[in-house]
Nanobody, 124 residues
Framework: QLHLVESGGGLVQPGGSLRLSCAAS????????MGWFRQAPGKEREGVSC??????????ADSVKGRFTISRDNAKNTNTVYLQMNSLKPEDTAVYYC???????????????WGKGALVTVSS
């Protein structure tokens, strides 16, 4: 069984920055995508950003474009992904989940493994 562990959440003021990390418990060459999703109180879980484990291509939700950057650890035999979050807004407050997909689609319904989540609170 593979586990994903997120870290780096916390409380930050509007306009501030945080960096989330997600590490897999074991290396796998079978991942197509690693991604970040978030769920705000009373809302459905939504996609934030994904990165291809094959070619490094990325995509972002419109609400975070230009503010968030997803990246991966390029060291050999690691599956680690990061989410740099800048210019944070109160509406970014949510539990952020790391997930991986074994198939060629990065979407909530297609993810195969999920972390337990990291809480990000943006408030003054």
């Amino acid at each position: 069984q593979l586990h994903l562990v997120e870290s780096g959440g916390g409380l930050v003021q509007p306009g501030g920055s945080l960096r989330l990390s997600c590490a897999a418990s074991r290396f796998s060459e079978n991942f197509w995508y690693m991604g970040w999703f978030r769920q705000a109180p009373g809302k459905e879980r939504e996609g934030v950003s994904c990165i291809s484990s094959r070619d490094g291509s990325t995509n972002y939700a419109d609400s975070v474009k230009g503010r968030f950057t997803i990246s991966r650890d390029n060291a050999k035999n690691t599956n680690t992904v990061y989410l740099q979050m800048n210019s944070l807004k109160p509406e970014d407050t949510a539990v952020y989940y790391c997930a991986t997909a074994l198939r060629r689609l990065c979407a909530r319904a297609n993810m195969d493994y999920w972390g337990k989540g990291a809480l990000v609170t943006v408030s003054s």
